[in-house]
Nanobody, 125 residues
């Protein structure tokens, strides 16, 4: 069973940096797409960054050049390094893995169906 647990959210001023982490169990990196999504109240979930099973990455235009997705295989942990944060980056950030049955969401070639509980990121101006 896939389990995803995010951590590392918090509050930061605009221009600052944060790194959020996702501890994953039941996932074999070489077989799964992994990704980060975000959501603000009243809006739909937005794809932020994904890493494919072959290690290639893809980013939303709004975060390209500022955010970096990576994974630490021995630790089974997915990261999202966020630099030059803006107030509009404020959201709940969710880690996701593909192939699952829950709230299936297609994004950039992968259909995500496993989700973490989220970690909140707040950027103040």
């Amino acid at each position: 069973q896939v389990q995803l647990v995010e951590s590392g959210g918090g509050s930061v001023q605009a221009g600052g940096s944060l790194r959020v982490s996702c501890a994953a169990s039941g996932v074999t990196w070489s077989n799964y797409c992994m990704g980060w999504f975000r959501q603000v109240p009243g809006k739909g979930r937005e794809g932020v960054a994904i890493i494919h099973s072959d290690g290639s990455t893809s980013y939303a235009d709004s975060v390209k050049g500022r955010f970096t997705i990576s994974q630490d295989n021995p630790k089974n942990t997915l990261y999202l390094q966020m630099n030059m944060l803006k107030p509009e980056d404020t959201a709940m950030y969710y880690c996701a893995a593909d192939r699952g049955p829950y709230d299936r969401t297609w994004y950039r070639g992968c259909t995500f169906g496993f989700w973490g509980q989220g970690t909140r990121v707040t950027v103040s101006s």
